[in-house]
């Protein structure tokens, strides 16, 4: 790869007139919106790099604003002028931006690329086309991270979700994300609601004070945390005994940087993250966005991502097809929260769900968090 | 000077009278002085003024709600909801063509999120019913269609309701798309409602309308070629329900006047739209939810303010909200009590900075200088990051500690993710602020008083508490107005290092501008701010007045 690039960049300069001119109905920079880190590396180099090498002449620009996309994207629509062409989003913001009509509405069969056995996009991605705007790329999860070198003498490492709520047991602080999602559906799944209640229970007045209640037992005991980098630096640190956060943030600790943390996946919470086309682009640059798209999401392209980073792939045919970590060369299914030994029991973000009661129960969770 | 013996006015040297001549140049200055001023004036107007404006507005801005249903509204206005159990049919009708035009325009969302701030479950009740707003409609088309084919057909359509004389209905029509959209739709769109079809088929005729205005200027078709929407079927199927429409159509002439009278003759369906959308959703039959758009219907509400004052507006009035959602006035309050601590340890750690720097050797004092700016020609993330680094509980501070033993080891001091976290880093951030409009005041404070103090026999306090202080009080009220007005509006660092009990008011402004998208809601939180901001100016003027606060010499 190292010998290809210069000739590829060589062959971009002399070949951009005549692109140019080929790819005339398409605008030639293209502006993506992602999430900065490890992360936006892993797109870069199975989307990006790809991408330019097959249309010389493109020129990408990265923007990391995706935490405050929505709010962006709504100034720039009521300024007028939209100058992102993909948004990396997660699903609920996807949700969102297509409520607010901010986000395109897309098919899934127009504008994404079959599987290669023929499977439509639609079936090949299933239940995760969450939403009429969003596509998704990557299956993630916010689990638990452990110390275990702060495991108490004579007890099991911690394996169970309600572990968290065991202060006895497990002494102690925890790092828990300053919003309710994940957190009250972990406190009433510990507080013996049954799995498949939690959201019915959720739902009532009663049922969002039995949350509040149970995370009340372990208030004491939590570092609540904002950002994604927080978790992974708290148990570094040994600021904490254990914490949720994204599992790709904890894969990095494990196997870049040797931390002894252990992985807890019990009751993780999947969710997703994907792209968004903004509403009002030109002809130009709609095309040129759509054919990204196409490029970014098919199956090769997303399973090439589980290379760089332990996130996922939101498309079933391109599961077969991960394989080991570029440069640490480890087998990564292992290390994916769908795999199935991690996935013995799993939650799937309530979007609906959550869209409708995220303001209300937020405003509880933070009136409570401030008494 | 002859011109003072006549009795005219006084003239210039040009003959004109000199009151005249005078206020022109002196209006020629003052232009002048306007056009040197101009730019700074724009820059001012267009990076503070309008922003502020528009924040104001936004927090009494309601507008959405009318705009995105321009039947229902005035349609539930006789709706009595302490009487009546739910609102009438018309209501329903007047919703489903109103939502069946947002949805086309995918505007029901937006709405729908707009009221969820207020009553939960309203964001999925309206996105999951405009969606199937032309399943209801479908039940009309198909049985109209099965009467007389030719309702399949767009140029059939267009030939039956094109005419003249509906001038006033596409105006009409066009406007409320002007207030969804906040577009221009003015461009011709080659149709004009007949006014003989509008008498006998108003209902119809407005959902045609409609239905042509978007296909021309937003699908950019053209009307004869294209088969109307499925609101345009109901509404010919509720303007048929009308007894007076039969008689209406049995003398009616014009394209399609056979077709329209075999319909009227024929038996259409008898769903109503009230059991048409409580089988879309049971919700719809929940008082709550009309009740919540009577509330919100008004195009300004006082609704963003009240949220901000934990208070609540309902159809009953205003009340405040439930202890358990009580929020904003609590931390109003911990951002002013917090401020002033910030305030008062800016003063007790800087005063005596300040005096070393004013009355050091110079050399000495340059250096000190230098370690008082550093932190300000440093990144806010990276001392903010840095003081995480000495304040956590594995952090340098408690390492020490529990190293020369002062600490157990499993007793460690909570230093941060709480107010005592907020208060050292921002008093550490903002002490420059404090130290300089000090420092410069005292530096004009002349040694030789003190001096004098002493040799009239003035102990070394009483010098200082009677001749230095008063001097050096205008420099503590410059730095106490610069870091206060500072602390109260800060948002990174209380975000960084708060954790639950050191955020400010802030850092929900800041969640509702990014995250809830709950704008209104963020703009009555900072005009309400604001406004404290200025009171406080105000009782500080009154108190200690603002002639008495020097930056510098």
């Known amino acids: 790869m190292k010998f290809t690039k210069p000739i590829l960049t060589t062959m971009a300069l002399s070949l951009s007139a005549t692109t140019s001119l080929a790819d005339g109905h398409m605008a030639s920079d293209m502006t993506l919106v992602s999430w900065g880190g490890a992360y936006q590396s892993s797109q870069i180099n199975a989307y990006a790099d790809p991408y330019v090498a097959m249309n010389p002449g493109v020129t990408i620009t990265w923007d990391e604003s995706s935490a405050e996309a929505v709010a962006k994207l709504r100034a720039m629509n009521e300024a007028g002028s939209i100058t992102w062409d993909v948004v990396d989003v997660v699903a609920a913001d996807a949700l969102r931006l297509c409520d607010e009509g901010l986000a395109m509405e897309i098919d899934a069969d127009e504008i994404l690329a079959p599987a290669p056995d023929g499977t439509s996009a639609s079936d090949d991605f299933g239940d995760l086309l969450v939403g009429d705007c969003f596509i998704p790329q990557i299956v993630y999860s916010t689990t638990f991270g452990y110390r275990t070198d702060m495991v108490p003498a004579g007890v099991e490492a911690p394996n169970d979700i309600c572990d968290v709520f065991d202060l006895e047991t497990y002494p102690g602080m925890r790092a828990l994300e300053q919003r309710p999602i994940n957190n009250v559906e972990w406190a009433l799944l510990c507080d013996g609601v049954a799995k498949e209640d939690v959201y019915d229970v959720l739902a009532t007045e009663e049922g969002q004070e039995q949350a509040l209640a149970k995370l009340d037992t372990i208030r004491d005991s939590v570092i609540w945390w904002s950002a994604g980098a927080d978790t992974p630096q708290l148990l570094a640190d040994g600021e904490v005994f254990m914490g949720s956060t994204y599992n790709g943030r904890l894969f990095a600790a494990i196997e870049e940087q040797g931390q002894p943390i252990g992985m807890m996946w019990d009751a993780q919470v999947f969710d997703l993250d994907g792209w968004i086309i903004p509403e009002g682009l030109s002809d130009e640059r709609l095309a040129r966005a759509k054919d990204f798209i196409y490029f970014a999401t098919d199956t090769q392209r997303l399973a090439d991502q589980a290379k760089y980073i332990s996130y996922g792939p939101a498309r079933l045919s391109s599961a077969p097809l991960v394989g080991q970590h570029a440069t640490l060369g480890i087998e990564m299914a292992q290390h994916m929260p769908t795999d199935p030994a991690n996935a013995a029991n799993t939650f799937l973000y309530n979007y609906e769900f959550w869209a409708d009661y995220r303001d209300d129960i937020d405003a509880k969770f933070q009136a409570w968090l401030a008494q | ?553």
Not at chain 2, 71 to 93: F, H, I, N, R
Not at chain 2, 425 to 438: D, N, Q, R, S, V
């Open chain 2, 1 to 553: 000077m002859s011109d003072t013996t006549g009795s005219g006015p006084m003239l210039a040297a040009d003959g004109r009278p000199l009151k005249e001549s005078l206020g022109r140049a002196l209006r020629r200055q003052k232009l002048r002085a306007l056009a040197l001023i101009a730019p700074l004036l724009f820059f001012v107007l267009l990076t503070f003024v309008i922003p502020i404006v528009s924040m104001l507005i936004r927090s009494v801005d309601n507008e959405i709600v009318e705009n995105t249903l321009p039947g229902a509204v005035p349609a539930l206005a006789a709706w009595d909801s302490a009487t009546q159990d739910l609102p009438s049919e018309d209501v329903y009708q007047n919703m489903f063509f109103d939502l069946f035009n947002a949805s086309e325009a995918r505007r029901h969302t937006r709405l729908g999120s707009r009221l969820n701030y207020e009553t939960t479950g309203l964001a999925s009740l309206f996105r999951t019913s405009g969606r199937n707003m032309d399943s209801i409609g479908e039940v009309f088309q198909d049985a109209i269609e099965d009467v007389d084919p030719r309702f399949e057909d767009g140029a059939f359509w267009y030939a039956m309701m094109n005419g003249t004389g509906g001038d006033a209905m596409l105006e009409m029509r066009r406007a409320r798309w002007e207030n969804l959209m906040d577009q221009d739709m003015s461009a011709d769109i080659g149709f004009m409602p007949s006014q003989a079809i509008i008498e006998i088929l108003p209902t119809t005729a407005a959902a045609y309308t409609d239905w042509a205005i978007w296909t021309v200027i937003d699908d950019e078709d053209v009307v004869s070629e294209e088969d109307p929407w499925e609101s345009v079927y109901a509404a010919l199927a509720i303007d048929l329900r009308n007894p007076a429409t039969g008689p209406a159509l049995t003398a009616y002439q014009g394209p399609g006047a056979d077709a329209l009278q075999a319909l009227a003759a024929a038996d259409l369906p008898e769903l109503t739209f009230t059991e048409a959308f409580l089988d879309l959703d049971e919700d719809w039959g929940d008082k709550e939810v009309w009740e919540t758009i009577v509330v919100y219907s008004p195009n300004y509400t006082a609704g963003y303010f009240l949220n901000a004052v934990d208070a609540q507006l309902t159809s009953e009035g205003v009340s405040m909200r439930p202890d358990n959602q009580q929020l904003y006035i609590q931390l109003f309050i911990r951002t002013l009590q917090m401020s002033l601590i910030i305030t008062g340890s800016c003063i007790l750690l800087g005063y005596p900075i300040a005096w070393l720097l004013a009355n050091l050797p110079m050399r000495t004092a340059n250096v000190l200088m230098i370690l008082v700016l550093l932190p300000f020609w440093t990144s806010l993330l990276v001392r903010t990051s840095a003081w995480k680094v000495l304040l956590q509980q594995q952090g340098v501070i408690n390492e020490i500690l529990v190293w020369l033993g002062f600490v157990d080891d499993a007793n460690r001091l909570i230093l941060m993710n709480n107010s005592t976290g907020t208060i050292i880093a921002m008093t550490h951030i903002l002490l420059p602020f404090m130290i300089l409009p000090l420092y410069s005041v005292m530096k004009t404070i002349p040694p030789t008083y003190l001096r004098a103090a002493k040799s009239l026999g003035a102990t070394n306090w009483t010098a200082f508490w009677r001749v230095y202080f008063p001097q050096s009080v205008p420099g503590i009220g410059a730095g106490s107005i610069l870091v206060f007005i500072l602390a109260i509006g800060y948002y990174i660092t209380p975000e960084i290092v708060g954790g639950t009990d050191g955020v400010f008011i802030s850092n929900r402004i800041a969640y509702h501008i990014s995250s809830s998208l709950n704008w209104g809601l963020a703009a009555a939180l900072g005009t309400i701010l604001l406004v404290l901001v200025m009171a406080l100016y105000w009782c500080y003027d009154r108190i200690v007045g603002i002639d008495n606060v020097k930056l510098g010499g």
